[in-house]
């Protein structure tokens, strides 16, 4: 019974893991094709990237719009906690409903509506704002959450007494709340992101030539050549990953952020 | 008073963000798919496409959660490396779905994993890329974290000492599971149910890189239509439908677990 119990275990572990070490020991193997076990070892499909244009291209513009993806869902989700922590009735439930509305449509249909209406709404619309407004909408409601949770432990009594000693409601937000977001505010910005990194289903509909993100444009090469390239891109990846993973502390609940499927 | 202005100024802004890019875009798009509704549910090929993305749907769930059980009991009763197996669980999960599909293509593939062991050990090499079975795997590989950390969560909440008290009173460890934790981690059940579901049924790299083009789920057709041919109300009428089925599940389950929470 117990022997059965430890190697159900042990399989769930590995069936996890599995995939992932193979991409990575893949990406150091010779041959021209992903193979595993691998043959002899080289950095060769690293160089190969970072040669590649289409793939630095690529790195970029994922690596910019994480970056201010992240930025505008941070400052908004904090406002939008703030609110919620402070509006009451009506007005609070009619603001939750409406922040956290993008978690019940599924991503590839709010990427193909994005798409559809901009063009036939805007008509014409910088590549990289679509992008940015498709990846920003699908962060506010988990940054919330995260924000929000965080907050909701926080007296607001802190804050009123720096008021009522003189400081102004600006200084007292930023010198007693922020402060004290500071782990939901860390974890907020390496999950946003990851999210925002790795995502397929926005980035899918909104990706433009000279305007595709890693993921898409690994996806588009895959398709040509499955060369150990495409497992050197994905080393890359998880390493990124992993780094910005090692940033959030324990005890905020990551799991809720299901995006970029 | 100024304060209160500029909070309901910032809201104000937030939401009217939300509405024109989200709302509005998403209403459209539903609008447009609903007059073709009709011609949905007449076509033998959408139906399939149905059929088949609710069947793949149900067996992640059900396969999630009867190996869900063994590790969750696992991480729940550890002690000091808790933390270290749950981002364990977790570091799959913030990984690329690309990436993790490409895992599966190696192992799945003609000359993979899977098939060099069968050939080693004399069998004749099988058929297991762009089959069910490969998109069923690598969706499970993709949502097993969502159905483990719900019920980690509910776990942690039951109290040591009644299992510890059925111990005592003669419980082997399978009447303890059926009798005390099956029924009290039902709440993270239905939690992670729907997560894996939902996620199953709407998503797409993983369908379509492991099940090739033939076999169509309904994310695969809502891609067809929109880029390749090019057909807005087709894709819209896909969109619908799916939407529908995600928030209906969504809805569903909140009331499920208002039932089960008593």
């Given at each position: 019974?117990?022997?059965?119990?430890?190697?159900?275990?042990s399989a769930?572990?590995?069936?996890?893991?599995l995939?992932?070490i193979i991409?990575v020991?893949s990406?150091?193997s010779?041959?021209?094709?992903?193979?595993?076990?691998?043959n002899?070892f080289?950095f060769?499909w690293?160089?190969?990237?970072?040669?590649m244009?289409i793939f630095?291209?690529a790195?970029?513009?994922?690596?910019?719009?994480?970056?201010?993806s992240?930025?505008l869902?941070i400052?908004?989700g904090?406002i939008?906690?703030?609110?919620?922590?402070r509006?009451?009735?009506?007005p609070?439930v009619?603001l939750?409903w409406?922040?956290?509305?993008?978690?019940?449509v599924?991503?590839?249909?709010v990427g193909?509506?994005l798409?559809?209406f901009s063009?036939?709404i805007?008509?014409s619309?910088?590549?990289?704002?679509?992008?940015?407004?498709?990846?920003t909408l699908?962060?506010?409601p988990?940054?919330?959450?995260?924000?929000?949770s965080?907050?909701?432990?926080?007296?607001p009594?802190?804050?009123?007494?720096?008021?009522?000693?003189?400081?102004?409601?600006l200084?007292?937000f930023l010198?007693?709340?922020l402060?004290?977001?500071k782990?939901a505010?860390?974890?907020?910005f390496?999950?946003d992101?990851?999210?925002?990194?790795?995502?397929?289903p926005i980035?899918l509909f909104?990706?433009?030539?000279?305007y595709?993100?890693?993921p898409?444009q690994?996806?588009i090469?895959?398709?040509?050549y499955?060369?150990p390239?495409?497992?050197a891109?994905?080393t890359?990846?998880?390493?990124?990953?992993l780094?910005l993973l090692?940033?959030?502390?324990?005890?905020?609940?990551p799991?809720?952020?299901?995006?970029?499927? | 008073m100024?304060k209160?202005?500029?909070?309901?100024i910032?809201?104000?802004?937030?939401?009217?963000?939300l509405?024109?890019f989200f709302?509005l875009?998403?209403?459209?798009?539903?609008l447009?798919g609903?007059?073709?509704?009709s011609?949905?549910?007449s076509?033998?090929?959408?139906i399939?496409?149905?059929?088949?993305?609710i069947?793949?749907?149900?067996m992640?769930?059900?396969?999630?959660?009867?190996i869900?059980y063994?590790?969750?009991?696992f991480?729940?009763?550890l002690?000091?490396?808790?933390a270290?197996?749950?981002?364990?669980?977790?570091f799959?999960?913030?990984?690329?779905?690309?990436?993790?599909?490409f895992?599966?293509?190696?192992?799945l593939?003609?000359d993979?994993v899977?098939?060099?062991?069968?050939?080693?050990?004399g069998f004749?090499?099988v058929?297991?890329?762009?089959t069910?079975?490969?998109v069923?795997?690598?969706?499970?590989?993709l949502?097993l974290?969502?159905?483990?950390?719900?019920l980690?969560?509910?776990?942690?909440?039951?109290?040591?000492?009644?299992?510890?008290s059925?111990r005592n009173?003669?419980?082997?460890?399978i009447?303890?599971f059926?009798?005390?934790?099956f029924?009290?981690?039902?709440k993270g059940?239905?939690?992670?149910?729907?997560?894996?579901f939902?996620?199953?049924i709407t998503?797409?790299?993983t369908p379509?890189?492991?099940?090739?083009?033939?076999?169509?789920t309904?994310?695969?057709?809502?891609?067809?239509?929109?880029?390749?041919?090019?057909?807005?109300?087709?894709?819209?009428?896909?969109a619908l439908?799916?939407?529908l089925?995600?928030?209906?599940?969504?809805?569903?389950?909140n009331?499920?677990s208002?039932?089960v929470e008593?």
């Amino acid at each position: 019974m117990k022997i059965i119990f430890w190697m159900a275990v042990s399989a769930v572990f590995a069936f996890l893991m599995l995939p992932l070490i193979i991409v990575v020991v893949s990406s150091f193997s010779e041959g021209e094709i992903i193979q595993f076990p691998p043959n002899g070892f080289t950095f060769r499909w690293f160089s190969n990237l970072f040669g590649m244009e289409i793939f630095k291209r690529a790195l970029a513009l994922s690596l910019v719009l994480a970056l201010s993806s992240t930025t505008l869902a941070i400052s908004t989700g904090t406002i939008c906690a703030y609110c919620l922590t402070r509006f009451k009735g009506l007005p609070g439930v009619f603001l939750e409903w409406f922040i956290l509305s993008p978690l019940l449509v599924p991503e590839i249909v709010v990427g193909f509506s994005l798409l559809s209406f901009s063009v036939r709404i805007m008509k014409s619309i910088n590549p990289f704002l679509i992008l940015l407004v498709g990846h920003t909408l699908i962060l506010i409601p988990y940054t919330t959450r995260i924000i929000w949770s965080s907050l909701k432990n926080l007296d607001p009594s802190l804050e009123e007494s720096a008021v009522n000693l003189g400081a102004t409601r600006l200084k007292a937000f930023l010198d007693i709340t922020l402060p004290n977001l500071k782990s939901a505010l860390l974890a907020s910005f390496a999950l946003d992101f990851i999210a925002s990194f790795n995502n397929v289903p926005i980035s899918l509909f909104l990706v433009n030539p000279g305007y595709t993100t890693l993921p898409i444009q690994l996806l588009i090469y895959s398709e040509y050549y499955f060369d150990p390239t495409v497992s050197a891109v994905s080393t890359v990846m998880l390493l990124l990953t992993l780094i910005l993973l090692s940033l959030v502390e324990k005890g905020v609940k990551p799991f809720i952020f299901i995006s970029h499927r | 008073m100024r304060k209160g202005l500029i909070l309901k100024i910032f809201a104000i802004v937030i939401v009217s963000f939300l509405f024109v890019f989200f709302l509005l875009p998403v209403m459209m798009t539903l609008l447009r798919g609903f007059p073709e509704m009709s011609s949905f549910f007449s076509d033998e090929f959408y139906i399939m496409a149905l059929l088949r993305t609710i069947r793949i749907g149900l067996m992640v769930t059900l396969i999630s959660a009867v190996i869900s059980y063994p590790i969750s009991i696992f991480i729940t009763s550890l002690r000091r490396f808790k933390a270290f197996f749950i981002s364990l669980v977790l570091f799959p999960l913030m990984t690329n779905t690309v990436v993790r599909t490409f895992g599966w293509i190696v192992i799945l593939g003609k000359d993979g994993v899977v098939n060099k062991i069968l050939v080693l050990l004399g069998f004749k090499p099988v058929r297991l890329l762009y089959t069910d079975l490969s998109v069923v795997v690598g969706l499970l590989h993709l949502f097993l974290p969502l159905m483990i950390l719900p019920l980690v969560g509910a776990m942690e909440n039951i109290d040591e000492e009644l299992k510890e008290s059925a111990r005592n009173l003669g419980a082997g460890p399978i009447r303890v599971f059926f009798d005390i934790t099956f029924p009290m981690s039902l709440k993270g059940l239905t939690t992670g149910s729907l997560l894996v579901f939902v996620g199953s049924i709407t998503s797409y790299i993983t369908p379509k890189l492991l099940g090739g083009p033939r076999l169509a789920t309904l994310s695969m057709l809502l891609y067809q239509k929109a880029m390749v041919v090019m057909d807005w109300e087709g894709a819209s009428m896909v969109a619908l439908v799916m939407t529908l089925m995600t928030t209906g599940f969504l809805v569903l389950s909140n009331r499920m677990s208002k039932v089960v929470e008593g």
